[in-house]
């Protein structure tokens, strides 16, 4: 079963339990949440009203209610028991969490039986909105980029056409125009991302250094880059503190991670340089000047492009389970991520290119004793058959 229909039936047996909450759908732009709610709004046997906050003014606090009163009207003529109502990119009106908390308490005074969906395009909806007064009133799912299991069965994706061109279902049709899909990568994703996601939600004294170090982390995408030496590449001016906003900003809009350096001490993992990991591969190869047939003539950079897919796959995997994703590097001795779930440790290597020589394998195993240390490529289990596992699946 794909991971997009996992969440339809958990999102529809919450809305069928007798419990009310609001369910809350986050996740990055352009990866189905809109259609599967409306999927979902078409599957329910109740009356249902699904509305986009995108093109209202952000400043327009009463349109929340509005919608909401309309809604209650709605389910009185229908002389329905209860009544389901979506809400899209709802973090486009500002104060919004005061807002649905005001008609959603109205609601339970009057016993009045809505259930809502909210959707947001990023995890930013959550520092913003949810305020401590919704405590208690929400779920939160969060749907990440498709899958390789998800494009093979939807579009026909190889591994190696997924490695390449990520996991973007509306840019599937592109890819007999490489330039073309470039150009729809960078505007309609990259861009808007940036612009509507992050700049409207937070504040960025520096817009120019954030695009900058995004478009040095997808460069460097499964690298390890300390943050002085990023600053000695970029033209605009800043500081580290600055740099660890910004990338964590870029992190909750599901595009860039920064890992932190395997340790069992917090502070040396607070410290370290960060490895940087793009959420979807598409993001990567669309500042890339080869075309996918070039690339994989390239052994060392396609091994970087397999790495951060194998990378992308876990860590959007570390935000919808208990997850940790690190990488481990001690003097001479690197191993490509570390798991942490449940108490339990796991170090993979990965080598997508010709050379399968793991030696960080062995140090990492004395130093830690984790439970298994696993070489993903040609002499281990096949990248492209992790990229199909849940990665919880191997504790």
């Known amino acids: 079963m794909s991971f997009k229909r996992l969440h339809f039936n958990k999102l529809k047996n919450r809305l069928e339990e007798t419990r009310v909450s609001i369910q809350t759908i986050v996740g990055p732009r352009q990866i189905g949440k809109t259609t599967l709610v409306n999927q979902l709004l078409d599957s329910m046997s109740c009356p249902t009203y699904y509305v986009s906050a995108d093109a209202v003014d952000a400043s327009n606090s009463g349109w929340v209610s509005q919608q909401w009163e309309m809604v209650r009207l709605k389910l009185k003529a229908s002389k329905a028991k209860e009544f389901v109502f979506a809400l899209d990119e709802i973090q486009k009106i500002e104060n919004w969490g005061e807002l649905v908390k005001a008609e959603w308490d109205k609601d339970s005074r009057t016993k009045t039986n809505i259930k809502v969906i909210l959707l947001g395009s990023s995890r930013l909806l959550l520092q913003k909105g949810f305020t401590e007064s919704l405590a208690g009133r929400y779920e939160l799912t969060y749907m990440g980029h498709w899958t390789l299991s998800e494009m093979q069965e939807m579009f026909g994706f190889s591994a190696e056409q997924y490695a390449w061109f990520g996991g973007y279902p509306g840019s599937s049709h592109l890819l007999k125009d490489e330039n073309r899909w470039k150009e729809y990568i960078t505007n309609s ?22 695009k900058r170090l995004f478009e040095l982390g997808c460069i460097y995408s499964s690298q390890i880059l300390s943050f002085n030496k990023i600053l000695g590449q970029l033209h605009d001016a800043g500081n580290t503190t600055t740099l660890s906003h910004y990338l964590e900003l870029l992190d909750t809009a599901g595009m860039l991670a920064g890992l932190k350096n395997f340790n069992n001490k917090e502070y040396r993992k607070r410290s370290s340089s960060p490895k940087f990991q793009v959420y979807n591969t598409a993001l990567i190869s669309s500042y890339m000047h080869e075309t996918f047939d070039e690339i994989k003539m390239n052994p060392a950079k396609w091994g970087r492009i397999v790495e951060s897919v194998v990378g992308a796959h876990l860590v959007n995997y570390s935000r919808s389970e208990r997850l940790e994703v690190y990488y481990w590097r001690h003097r001479n001795d690197e191993i490509d991520f570390v798991l942490k779930h449940k108490g339990k440790t796991i170090g993979l290597e990965i080598k997508g290119g010709f050379s399968q020589k793991a030696t960080g394998m062995e140090a990492f195993r004395k130093k830690y004793n984790p439970d298994k240390v696993l070489l993903i490529g040609d002499s281990g289990l096949p990248w492209q058959e992790f990229l199909k596992f849940n990665p919880v699946e191997l504790f």
């Open 189 to 210: 994703l990259i861009e808007a991302t940036i612009s509507k996601d992050i700049l409207m939600l937070s504040q960025v004294n520096k817009p120019a250094l954030l």
